[in-house]
């Protein structure tokens, strides 16, 4: 075996994180990209797959000139497991290098208690463990809520508060990387969606409230502790509406299931994303002057968003996308007219998210950055 040496670590690491935001690129690519030599990008990654950390296959044929492999995870590689917690089930995947979702499952909660959904959830990584042995490295999970050091803050949603997610890892030995799902759905936009390529992006995504990230080269803001980004909880709105958050004003409040129904004098509707699915299908006068409403308040506060951090591009996810839809001219002219003058002659785009299962590829992509460190590689090279 040749394997990788200390002053080889950092090409390492690099290559191993080309192939995890762009799965599928080819040797020729990354020594571009890298500004590596032809002989230098052949020696780093035979070495790299000598300890099992990629393999190659010929790329497909593109006429004359040298042909070029194409990257992949070995498949005795590392591996990290995803978990997606939502309000009504989750979803698992078994994740490579090359980001690639293995095993997906999608299992609905039978109770919504805290301590059996963190049961279960602990199940499946040892499920995993088992399956899997010591290549599982890591576990990373998306949460509907505030995180701080791996601990939940508050979930309104799930409406639970103050819990360790250290949890879902107990006595298993593996590390646990916990974050904030619209956090996790924009990192992935930024690194293979809708956002990829952009310096400076904005993302929000709207299920019950609205959440989301500024992200800086497909890096998201996470703040002092972890817990930036909560857009939902920014005094957007009414000061007299107190939210289940603790503050006043939230502008989640006014852009979500709850604010249609304040607005069609209807109580608060148990599930809040199934009632905005549908007031959307109504065509009555009342449902569309209520979806007005909303989609007016979703496009003024993006512009203030706007305004504070300048993004290149903006991505929306989940009902905000409908919700535009269904009164794209309201939302331009709420978004423009509230855009400082400048903004104004060439506005950031607005678009839709591509990716359905972003808080998922999310998780797997931070996670991802986490096993192709250096001292990550030095120790899946020193275990082999």
Not at 6 to 15: I, K, L, Y
Not at 177 to 205: K, P
Not at 250 to 271: M, N, S, V, Y
């Amino acid at each position: 075996m040749n394997p990788v040496r200390r002053g080889q670590w950092q090409t390492a690491s690099d290559v191993l994180t080309q192939l995890a935001r762009q799965p599928g690129i080819t040797r020729a690519a990354v020594a571009r990209t890298l500004r590596l030599s032809t002989g230098s990008a052949t020696e780093v990654t035979a070495r790299l797959r000598d300890v099992h950390l990629v393999t190659e296959v010929p790329a497909p044929s593109q006429g004359r000139g040298r042909p070029t492999t194409l990257l992949r995870a070995h498949p005795e590689g590392p591996v990290v497991l995803a978990l997606d917690l939502r309000q009504s089930s989750w979803r698992s995947a078994i994740v490579t290098l090359d980001g690639s979702l293995q095993d997906p499952e999608h299992r609905r909660h039978r109770s919504r208690r805290p301590q059996v959904v963190l049961h279960n959830l602990r199940r499946q990584v040892e499920q995993a463990r088992e399956q899997y042995g010591d290549r599982l490295r890591m576990v990373s999970l998306a949460v509907p809520g505030t995180i701080r050091d791996n601990h939940l803050m508050q979930a309104p949603t799930l409406e639970w508060a103050e819990l360790d997610l250290e949890a879902v890892t107990e006595g298993t030995g593996l590390p646990l990387l916990a974050g904030n799902d619209a956090t996790l759905s924009g990192v992935a936009e930024a690194r293979t969606g809708a956002a990829a390529g952009a310096g400076t992006a904005l993302h929000l995504i709207i299920e019950v409230g609205i959440g989301g990230t500024l992200l800086i080269d497909g890096v998201p803001a996470q703040g002092a502790s972890g817990a930036g980004g909560e857009y939902g909880h920014m005094p957007f709105g009414d000061r007299s509406r107190a939210c289940p958050c603790g503050a006043r004003g939230c502008w989640d409040l006014e852009i979500d299931g709850r604010a249609l129904a304040r607005h069609l004098k209807q109580g608060r509707p148990d599930d809040p994303y199934a009632y905005t699915e549908q007031v959307l299908r109504r065509t009555d006068r009342s449902a569309q002057a209520a979806v007005t409403k909303v989609v007016s308040a979703l496009g003024s506060g993006i512009a203030g968003l706007v305004n504070a951090h300048d993004p290149d591009v903006i991505t929306i996810g989940g009902l905000a996308i409908p919700l535009r839809a269904a009164a794209e001219r309201t939302f331009k002219d709420a978004y423009e007219g509230g855009l400082m003058t400048f903004h104004r002659g060439t506005p950031p785009p607005v678009l839709p998210a591509t990716l359905s299962d972003g808080p998922l590829r999310g998780a797997a992509a931070l996670a991802l950055d986490q096993l192709t460190t250096e001292p990550a590689i030095a120790a899946w090279v020193a275990r082999r």
